[in-house]
């Protein structure tokens, strides 16, 4: 474990690289996570593994274990924010029961679920969504509601806090409709300024500022819920000859739609005015050297910025307001080991920007990186430490308020 400082933005921070050496169950980690309780979660191509501040608890694969992690090559992972966790690999997501750390199928092996998705600021109900059907989990029950005609992987699925769905499919310009009011699907037309269908493939489909909105490569369509079906909003002014159909559209506030690209461009639209930013992310790597310009991750902070991962690129930190950028990248010429802000490599694939400034990055295979503002977390005196350190932060299963509290969120930059 290598820790080192670097200044950005007027904050010192701190750069600590965690390895194969520290615990983690490999050095490509596909995913980073924080639960409800404080853990921090990965997931990789060795297994799952759990940080507590001080140590990592390894889940793998074990064929004479039912209850154990199905497979060790986990993509992604999904935290609601009540009930069971949820890991997927490329063909399934299957659920963790955190009180009894055990794994399992939700509805058995004849539901093979996709996708598990949550509605902004929705805290009462997520939605899964398998071929067949989708399920909406409350506290209290799960509903099912089967799917007008089989969905297989490729199609994508937004919830809204209304409690409809929109589910569409990239490949085959496909859009279904569901209205949980009435429980029925709809097949939403997609109308341009003169009415006429449009035929075109959807690029994306987010909810922000109360209502769905659907991208093709250029043009802008908004929801009406009266006619269930997407009306003109806008023509994309494609500046740069801005590719649009990469998807992973993120809805940085109720009017600002930040948009990725395979080309280095980070594009910033106003779904308003139709206004259009795009700032090529790349200011230290020479344009020679640049096999790949993929921006794979767009993660906001709650400083009106977004840390962004790449293929070849490194860490970006780019903020919306203001336009200040600023690059991680790996310098052979000055590693971590005597000292610097250089990262052990430049292909960044995920990111998790935490509370209290903490930046988590996966370098792949090499570990993870975190970035740790070099700040007083608090005012007042911490108490005195009376237990050793590695029991589970507070709310996690079997956890007790104690001073050791304290001393992890120290450690890991939590809040209380």
Request: include cysteine; charge should be neutral; glycine fraction near 8%.
């Amino acid at each position: 474990m290598v820790t080192t400082k670097s200044c950005f933005a007027q904050q010192q921070y701190t750069f600590t690289n965690y390895t194969q050496e520290q615990g983690l169950p490999s050095g490509t980690i596909r995913g980073i996570y924080k639960d409800t309780t404080g853990y921090i979660w990965f997931t990789s191509e060795g297994s799952i593994a759990r940080f507590d501040g001080y140590s990592y608890k390894t889940y793998r694969h074990n064929p004479d274990i039912p209850t154990s992690l199905p497979g060790n090559f986990v993509w992604e992972g999904v935290f609601p924010k009540f009930g069971d966790i949820y890991f997927g690999t490329k063909q399934n997501n299957f659920s963790f029961n955190p009180a009894t750390e055990s794994f399992s199928i939700p509805f058995g092996d004849s539901a093979v679920l996709f996708s598990v998705e949550e509605a902004k600021d929705v805290k009462d109900c997520y939605w899964l969504r398998s071929k067949d059907a989708i399920y909406r989990i409350s506290k209290t029950v799960a509903e099912r509601f089967e799917l007008p005609y089989s969905m297989p992987l490729g199609w994508s699925m937004r919830p809204s806090p209304g409690n409809s769905c929109l589910l569409f499919n990239t490949n085959i310009k496909g859009v279904q409709f569901f209205d949980y009011k009435t429980k029925q699907f709809s097949k939403p037309k997609i109308l341009d300024r003169w009415g006429i269908e449009d035929s075109s493939s959807v690029a994306e489909v987010i909810f922000t500022g109360n209502n769905f909105y659907l991208f093709t490569s250029q043009r802008l369509y908004r929801f009406d819920s009266t006619a269930k079906s997407f009306v003109w909003h806008l023509d994309l002014k494609r500046t740069g000859n801005f590719d649009y159909s990469l998807g992973g559209y993120l809805p940085f506030n109720d009017t600002l739609v930040v948009i990725r690209s395979q080309s280095g461009f980070i594009n910033t639209l106003n779904i308003q005015t139709g206004e259009e930013k795009l700032v090529y992310v790349n200011k230290k790597i020479p344009e020679t050297e640049l096999n790949d310009r993929f921006i794979s991750s767009t993660v906001p902070d709650n400083n009106g910025g977004i840390w962004m991962g790449t293929n070849n690129m490194g860490l970006i930190y780019y903020n919306v307001f203001t336009g200040e950028l600023e690059q991680y990248i790996h310098e052979p010429a000055n590693p971590m080991a005597i000292g610097s802000n250089s990262l052990p490599g430049n292909f960044v694939y995920c990111v998790l920007s935490g509370e209290n400034g903490v930046v988590w990055a996966s370098c792949f295979g090499h570990g993870i990186v975190k970035m740790e503002p070099v700040i007083a977390l608090f005012k007042t005196v911490i108490p005195v430490v009376t237990k050793k350190p590695g029991a589970p932060v507070k709310g996690a299963p079997g956890a007790k308020k104690s001073v050791d509290l304290w001393k992890r969120m120290m450690v890991i930059g939590l809040p209380p």
